[in-house]
């Protein structure tokens, strides 16, 4: 959700904005913006929609030694060439990018921009102007009322400020929303994500909210709003540039979903210890075990994975677990049990909706985990404890391999609660076997593009609605498998209890509309055949996704037999090409569906 670039020192500022701008695409966007200049000439230009289109106004003069850039998802005012960032004051000497929301805007322009004109409806322009203005106001320095400024906004923000009459500075804050620096030879860059500036360094140093960072080509400095300077090491990030390449793939997205057996077994690498027990810090077994319930907080995909997760967790650890949603139970709380521990789910590790429930939970004092695919992420920093998901960067917007293994990690956690407790289902339940023989099923799943792909033509490519059915940890699949269709298909889909339908939403069912049963449960799976039948004999057009073990010869998709536990693992994965396959047919864009964020930073 915005993403924001930029780079003082090295001539041709402006194609590694547009490289960067490009690798920031994932976050979603609707404008893109930048502001280049060197000490002889500056431009400013936006463009709305893809980065092409502002790519197509980079004519030869539009060069730089310094540079800031964006991609906007719109919040404050529509999407349009106008709204889109950079901004600048009044007096236009001030250029300002902004990723997050101003909470108090309205106050500030009440309070110390009543009689000024704006070009657009952004929260942001007001605070370039209000820069200006105090800059005016206290005849100070652009920082000095840049940090004057940060002391009166409240919100989310990472913001970076050029002057126009000093081309070798960048002011860079952050309060919520993320940012890095880039140190390079001779120069230095900014990026929301290390992704987007890794073709230019791999060392980075993390900014913290409430600081303030002046980068130049050959230093940078860091200071809190006091003016006391802070020293930060800087890391070197662990990711390559092919891991951020599509390779042969025509998307992302299908690549993320091939992906999956590799990380599965890069998940028994990782938490697999020399003594073949499952590695986990034992500060954290301890404050699981001497919890009395587990929390799981996510969003979306994420929380879809903590359902397909509550009965692996409950099982194999003998701990009661509840799943919500996060921006339901920050401002809903249920009545707490006596010694909670709450785990997050966050692939970003930045979705404002689960921060802002860990916030309250810190204040209260209380043990957290998050799990996430973002080393150093906010909710990574923030918890007590975090757990990576080893996926790689998941680039498409639509969040496939991060969710299996959020399934993956949370199986790894409870077999070593459940072994460290004596509980006997954990120690019957050999977890890396069963995740090798997942990763092997997976392979086998993925291979089968071709006969999915007709599913896909056969039942979603014209179709105006689906409904995925399943009970217990079929249902669990079936939301998510409904999400990932209506996210980038646009057709209108629905994961359904199987047993529910009846009550209520059976009236939906008419001649040819697509039911998607997922059968992999013995207990539940003659129910679900029967709730088929069902909508069946009131025109319905049935497809069925069964294990191997519970499959009819009629059944159109069958799935290797995997452990009872961790069937979500492998039968999410035709739901997955169903929707990739559905999209292509309809003609959408699979990796950047429309109005979608990858990283959701505002409430
Ligand atoms: C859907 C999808 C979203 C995210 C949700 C939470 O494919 O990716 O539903 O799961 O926005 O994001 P994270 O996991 O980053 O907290």
Redesign the pocket.
Known sequence: MCGIVGIVGKSNAEQIILNGLERLEYRGYDSAGMYVADRTSDHLIKAQGRIKNLEAKVTPEVTGTIGIGHTRWATHGKPSERNAHPHTSGNEELVLVHNGVIENFEELHDTYLADHHFAGQTDTEIVVHLIEVLKAQNSSTTKEAFKQALTLIRGSYAFALVDKKDSETIYVAKNKSPLLIGLGDGFNVICSDALAMLDQTTHFVEIEDGEMVTVQADEITIEDLKGNLVYRESYEAQLDLTDIEKGTYPYYMLKEIDDQPTVMRRLIQEYQGTNGQVTIDPQLKAEMIASDRIYII?????NHAGWAAKAILETLTQIPVEVHLSSEFGYNTPLLSAKPFFIFL???G??AD?RQVLVKINALGLPSLTITNVAGSTLSREAKHTLLLHAGPEIA???TK?YTAQIAVMTLLAKAIGDEKAVQAAFDFDVFHELSIVASTMETLVDEKAVISQFAEDFLSTSRNAFYIGRGNDYYVSMEAA??LK?ISYIQAEGFAAGELKHGTIALIEEGTPVIGIISEAVTGSHTRGNLKEVESRGAHTLVIASQELAKPTDQIIIPNVHPLVTSLVSVIPTQLLAYFATLQRGYDVDKPRNLAK??TVE
């Open positions: 996510a969003c979306g995909t994420s966050t692939q970003s930045e979705t689960s917007v639509a969040s991060a999400l990932k996210e990283s959701v």
